[in-house]
């Protein structure tokens, strides 16, 4: 973590005394952000008996993840704060509702040929990667779905800490960085840069490992194209936030851990 932080003062000071490169000062400060916030938050959390407050002793999967989504959700706000000081408009961030239902262009390498909506693109793009997240649970996780009857009692807090997770991770992985890169190297580039931003952050994550990261890659770019062609955040939040239902309703039942552990 501190090498990362080092690394990346270094980039600031070279951004600073090189033209070419100071257009993505922001983008920098961004990242520093994102590797520094989780250890100030995490401090102030134990410092301040956060984390026993948002407990409640009687659920170890409530418990552990009332502490990481409330840090989550945390760090996304100061990160979105930190965007606004930087890029100076919600927009340019995609901090906004958008349209949900502004044209979508054509995937070819998925069979997406023609042009569409995202009020019909968006929904079918949930579902086809919440499936996959509970293929990968089944078959590469081994999670038997037997148990899922474990995580009935849980499903106000399964909905509520992956409401909150898909808002944390939107504006701490996806938004400013988008954001912060598009006018300085094009969607194209962009959007592929922070979709491997995010697939990379996955390999101890769910889904985990190499095939998690190819997985989660490919996720991240339809998450960042939502944003990019309807201008908000609006079906980013809702894709993820359904393949984290899936995901946390496998935590729940104890059928799968982060990392494959």
């Not at 089944?138 to 038997?144: I, S, T």
């Not at 989660?216 to 809702?238: H, I, N, P, Q």
């Amino acid at each position: 973590m501190y090498a990362k932080l080092a690394f990346l003062a270094g980039a600031i000071v070279i951004g600073v005394a090189w033209r070419a490169v100071r257009p993505l000062l922001p983008y920098f400060i961004l990242l520093i952000g994102v590797n520094a916030l989780p250890l100030l938050i995490g401090d102030l959390w134990i410092q301040t008996q956060l984390s026993r407050a948002v407990t409640s002793g009687q659920d170890a999967f409530v418990d552990r993840l009332a502490v990481q989504q409330s840090q989550r959700v945390a760090i996304g706000l100061l990160m979105a704060g930190l965007a606004w000081l930087l890029l100076r408009r919600r927009s340019a961030f995609f901090f906004q509702l958008g349209d949900p239902a502004a044209p979508a262009a054509p995937v070819q390498w998925v069979g997406l040929m023609g042009t569409g909506t995202w009020k019909r693109r968006g929904p079918a793009i949930a579902i086809a990667l919440s499936a996959g997240v509970v293929v990968f649970s089944v078959l590469a996780g081994g999670a038997p779905l037997a148990n899922l009857g474990r995580a009935l009692p849980l499903l106000p807090f399964i909905l509520l800490f992956a409401a909150a997770n898909a808002v944390g991770e939107e504006m701490i992985y996806r938004a400013p960085e988008l954001g912060a890169l598009q006018p300085v190297v094009g969607g194209v580039q962009a959007l592929l840069m922070t979709a491997a931003f995010f697939g990379i952050g996955h390999f101890y994550g769910v889904p985990y490992g190499l095939l998690g990261v190819a997985m989660s890659t490919v996720a991240g770019w339809f998450l960042g194209r939502s944003m990019l062609e309807t201008k908000g955040f609006f079906w980013a939040w809702f894709i993820h936030f359904l393949m984290d239902v899936c995901i946390f309703t496998f935590l729940a039942a104890g059928s799968v851990a982060a990392g494959g552990r």
